[in-house]
Each structure stands twice: as C-alpha cells, then as structure tokens.
C-alpha cells in the first residue's frame, strides 16, 4: 500500500531530517564527472559550503565549487554582476574546460534569468580568449531533490555539448544516475569486456576517488571529456539507469528525440533479474554474448542465494533513498527472499507505488511513502518489527530508536569509509551487497543469542 503524504500540522517543523539533499548538490556532483570542469552555484557562498562538506565526507576527496557570493545587494537588485566576476575569475583561475553552472533557491526565487546573463557574459568576454563551455542547470532547493539536480545537470550537458555526427554502432552512451566511483570503474570494465566503445556521462570515478597527491590540483584529473560528450548524438544507443525522472527532462531521452538515438531506459541492475536485463541490452547493442567472466560471476551469485537463503527468508528491512535506487533494492531484496516492510523516498516523482509493484511479486506487504522526511518515516517504522534498515548514514538515529542494525548503502555515508568503494552494480555488486546483508544478520543472531553460537 502506498501512504499519502501527510497534512502538516501546526507544530510542524522544518528543520526536520529530510529524506533527500539539496537540488544543487546534486548538480555538482555530475558536473564533477566532466573533464576539466568546475561546478559554479548562483547564490550564496554557503550553499557551496554545504555541498562541499557533503560530498567531501562521503567521497573522503577535496572539491572545489565556486560560487557568485551574493550579498544583500545581489539579493534585491540581482546577481548579474556577481555571475560574471565570478565567472570571469574562475576563468582566469582555474583555466577550465567547462563552467557547469547550477542556480540555488535565493537566484531562482529572485527570477535571475541565467540564459541572458550567459549570453551577454558570453559577448562581452569571448575575444580574444575562447570561453570555456558555459552549462547551465536550473536546480531550486524548493523544487526536487539532490537526485533532480543530478539529472538536470545530466541533461544539460548532452543539450548544451552533443552533436550530431555519423553514426557509430560500436558507440553506447552510458547514463549511469548517481552510483559510486566503484560502480562506474566496473560498468566501463564491463562495456570494455563486450568490447563496446562507450562515453560515460558522468564520469566521476577518477575526481571523486583518485590517488594522494604530491601537490593540490586545482581540478582533479579524469572525467568525460568535451569530445566524448560531442560524440553522444552519433551513438548507436543510450542505457539509462533511469525510470522515475520525468523522460522529457533526461539525456537519453533528449539524444532519441534530438539525434536519433534509441534510449534503453531501465533500474539500475541490482540483483539478478535487473543485471539480467542490463547484460541482455548489452547484448543486443554489442551483438556479442555475455562474456564468460561474467556468466560465471551470475553462477556464483546465484549458488551464494542457495547458501544463504535459510538466513534471509522472512526477514523484513525498512529501505530508503532515491526513487530509482530503493525501486533496485526492492527488486533486488524480494529475490533474496527479504521482506521490504517499508519503503521510503523524500523524492516526489509520482512513479513509486507502480515502479514498486512492477519489481515486487505481492507489493501489497510493503508500505509506501514518497515526499517524506524521517520523523515521518520513523512514526511508520515503529511497529514493523524490522530485521533490517537499509539505506545511507542519514538512517543512523532511525536505527538507534528502532535497535535494528543498518546496512549502509547509497549517497550520503558520513560515518564508515569506503563509501566510494562499494560496487552496488551488476553480478558483482549484487554478490557484495548480499554477502553484507547475510553477514549483518548472522551478526545479529551471533550477538543476541544466549547460546553464542561459534557456528552457524
């Protein structure tokens, strides 16, 4: 059953937990996965301190987000005059490649009309010195979720770079959503495996989980370059981990109605049927069978679900996140015989409650909220005598009041390294979450028994 959101009594208050991070965010972290780029907020500088802090608690990296610093003056009159020093001295700074550009609540709720801006910026300073690309995402707080910003920026980029050229039928575009560092380094490992040529969009595996530097690098090396996203409208086809965003709004949708590019939209591939799904796609793109390093790893996952079934059936897990990842996870959850008691998203897409019944054998177990925060998703969670809470480090005090362990999965983990490690993705990261789910209840059975089992 999906639960409607709920009315907002007088006492509500704001500054509750959401369930979801700012719209911006998530802008800057695509745009950290482009070459030479470096993220830009229109607004206040302490937007950019907030995104800073996010991100570089989960990646464990720096970055770099530069801001047009509105004061009270830009706030009443407008930031043009603050976007374009600000543009001119990251140019003059940082001698970038792209500027992707993405608006916060104060520049949009003011009406600031950025393509104008751009367009007299880019006037004004294009001689004699080439700009950089300017992109530009619009991504309101008010408006969406770190995930909508994350798309929004996506899409921006194949609008503002791709073009249309001869078709290359070894060419994939790959539009992964928001995964870890690890999860792309092992979706190019596996396009390479069917021998595909591909461009990832983004690609931040390198930038947002790179090697110790001898001196500070002003933009971290690695990401999708210019080039590769000129190329995108030549592809022969685009693979979208992508269901709830509106497709109006997404790159591969954009690069199928603009170039002709046909759009493979499906979840991401958690669990066996969903990788299944992705491995078959690959298949028909690259008319070349699955390889056999990965054949074996699907035999491998599928013989540890024989092995650990006994541990994992009827146990129940409350879930949250991202739309289109807890959609994976549920997927992912019933084949391993796990009940998902209670499924949660601060994202408001609409699509959930029929992603969810189209993942689920009998969705009519699992409670469903949307556009909801966690004090709304702990008022729910009290009598579901959970086993499990899966989702990222905001969970952690849901976890405390509830006495159930959580298994730590998605964006943001502020509490545990190696966030940007974890291999969500494919028969591999399939194996790796299973392994940690397992392991957590047999942890937990270990702990609490009075026997104290040494083996089981």
Not at 223 to 241: D, K, N, P
Not at 358 to 369: A, E
Request: hydrophobic share 40%; net charge negative.
């Amino acid at each position: 059953m999906i639960v409607p959101e709920p009315a907002k009594s007088e006492s509500f208050t704001a500054t509750r937990n959401a369930c979801k991070m700012c719209t911006p965010l998530g802008a800057c972290l695509a745009f950290s996965g482009i070459e030479g780029c470096v993220p830009f907020l229109h607004g206040s500088q302490g937007c950019a301190t907030y995104i800073r802090r996010y991100l570089i608690s989960h990646f464990r990296e720096p970055m770099d987000i530069a801001s047009s610093n509105f004061g009270e003056h830009a706030a009443i009159f407008g930031g043009q005059t603050n976007l374009e020093q600000g543009l001119a001295n990251v140019i003059r700074s940082y001698e970038p490649q792209v500027i992707g550009i993405a608006t916060t609540c104060l520049s949009e709720t003011i009406g600031d009309d950025l393509p104008m801006f751009l367009h007299h910026f880019t006037s004004k300073y294009a001689d004699p010195t080439p700009l950089p690309h300017l992109v530009h995402a619009s991504t309101p707080s008010f408006c969406g979720s770190h995930f909508d910003g994350y798309m929004e920026a996506v899409y921006a980029l194949a609008k503002t770079l791709a073009q249309k050229g001869q078709t290359n039928t070894n060419l994939v575009n790959m539009i992964p959503g928001i995964v870890s560092p690890a999860d792309i380094r092992h979706l190019k490992d596996i396009l390479a495996d069917f021998e595909l040529d591909y461009v990832m969009l983004p690609d931040y595996s390198e930038r947002m989980d790179g090697v110790s530097w001898d001196d500070y690098q002003r933009i971290p090396e690695g990401g999708t370059t210019v080039h590769e996203l000129q190329t995108m409208g030549s592809a022969a086809g685009s693979i979208e981990f992508a269901t709830t965003h509106h497709k109006s709004k997404t790159a591969g949708e954009y690069l199928q109605s603009e170039f002709d590019v046909a759009n493979h939209r499906m979840d991401m591939p958690i669990g066996i049927a969903a990788t299944d799904r992705f491995f078959d796609t690959l298949e028909q793109l690259s008319g070349k069978p699955t390889p056999g390093r990965h054949q074996m790893d699907r035999g491998r996952l599928v013989d540890s679900y024989v092995d650990g079934h006994k541990y994992c059936f009827g146990k129940r897990a409350i879930l949250y996140g991202e739309e289109d990842f807890v959609i994976a996870l549920a997927g992912f959850l019933s084949e391993i015989g796990i009940v998902p008691a209670l499924i949660a998203s601060g994202g408001k897409s609409g699509k959930l409650l029929e992603s969810i019944e189209r993942v689920m054998p009998d969705p009519s177990v699992t409670t469903i909220m949307d556009g909801v925060d966690f004090e709304e998703i702990t008022d729910a969670a009290m009598d579901m005598h959970a086993d499990l809470i899966i989702g990222n480090s905001k969970g952690f005090k849901l976890s405390q009041k509830l006495d159930v362990p959580l298994v730590r999965m998605g964006l943001p983990i502020h509490d545990r390294m190696g966030a940007a490690r974890i291999v969500h993705l494919g028969y591999q990261g399939t194996q790796y979450l299973y392994d940690l789910i397992v392991n957590t209840l047999l942890d937990v059975k270990q702990r609490t028994s009075e026997v104290g089992y040494t083996y089981i």
